[in-house]
């Protein structure tokens, strides 16, 4: 089982902001591509956004859904093997599950954490 450890929910009016957090073992963010991905109810998981390059090289560049861009970043913190989803002018339908997510190179085996509720509501 992969540790992943996600963080930073709740609940929030519209136009608000909220920051997730993913805690993972230094492994993990040495060799997977990490990512942030979303399920609401009744909806298949989708993806939100996610690192470009696998490991914690490379220059941070990222991928988001039509959806998300310009209102959502990832970023993440080698040094604390920490990412994070600073997400701001959130909408009513940002409401989901949002989960980590670690790719492993090669494999194509993928890792998820337990998932943190993200509600946005007046």
């Known amino acids: 089982q992969v540790p992943l450890v996600e963080s930073g929910g709740g609940l929030v009016q519209p136009g608000g902001s909220l920051r997730l957090s993913c805690a993972a073992s230094?492994?993990?963010?040495?060799?997977?591509?990490m990512g942030w991905y979303r399920q609401a109810p009744g909806k298949s998981r989708e993806l939100v956004a996610r690192?470009?390059?696998?490991?914690?090289?490379?220059?941070?560049?990222?991928l988001y859904a039509d959806s998300v861009k310009g209102r959502f970043t990832i970023s993440k913190d080698n040094a604390k093997n920490t990412m994070y989803l600073q997400m701001n002018s959130l909408k009513p339908e940002d409401t989901a599950v949002y989960y980590c997510?670690?790719?492993?190179?090669?494999?194509?085996?993928?890792?998820w954490g337990q998932g943190t509720q993200v509600t946005v509501s007046s």
């Open positions: 690192f470009s390059s696998y490991g914690n090289t490379g220059y941070g560049d990222a």
């Open positions: 997510n670690a790719d492993a190179p090669f494999s194509g085996d993928r890792f």
């Open positions: 230094e492994n993990i963010f040495r060799i997977h591509r």
